[in-house]
């Protein structure tokens, strides 16, 4: 039986030096829809000052930026990987983060664990979050 670990690196003053560090972030499961979580949250991130990268298996653009089909295809550095995807889905998002070499924080949504796949982007030197909500984070913090 596997033991429910805490979550990694989630504490205000962790946050905090995420948001102050970062640029570029990558948002995985990026919708198109006005209504969806994933969509609010990007749009907030983008008029705080950070680049949005949309990754999503459908449109050319979404909030005014081009659109990827999956992480390995964006040409950029990226410096945060934001997921909106299910947890099971994580342990190939923590691989495609180590193989670009240049993502510096794995940060899974509200309501998203997989501790296997954090521990695996801790190991590589990622800070990992999870469980937060990057936009109820920010505006706490900022």
Avoid at 7 to 15: G, H, P, R, Y
Avoid at 33 to 52: C, D, F, M, P, W
Avoid at 53 to 65: A, M
Wanted: charged fraction near 20%.
């Amino acid at each position: 039986m596997e033991c429910e670990l805490p979550t990694l690196n989630s504490n205000a003053e962790a946050i905090k030096s995420v948001f102050e560090s970062v640029q570029t972030i990558a948002v995985l499961g990026l919708s198109p829809n006005e209504t969806k979580a994933s969509h609010r949250v990007a749009a907030y991130l983008q008029q705080a000052g950070y680049t949005i990268v949309p990754v999503y298996p459908k449109e050319e653009t979404i909030l005014g930026e081009k659109v990827y089909r999956s992480l390995e295809a964006i040409p950029c550095r990226v410096d945060m990987v934001n997921i909106f995807r299910k947890p099971k889905a994580l342990d190939a998002v923590a691989d495609a983060c180590i193989a670009r070499g240049d993502v510096r924080v794995f940060w899974a949504q509200l309501g998203i664990v997989n501790n296997a796949a954090a521990q695996k982007a801790a190991a590589a030197g990622m800070q990992v979050i999870q469980n937060h909500c990057s936009m109820v984070e920010h505006r706490a913090l900022f």
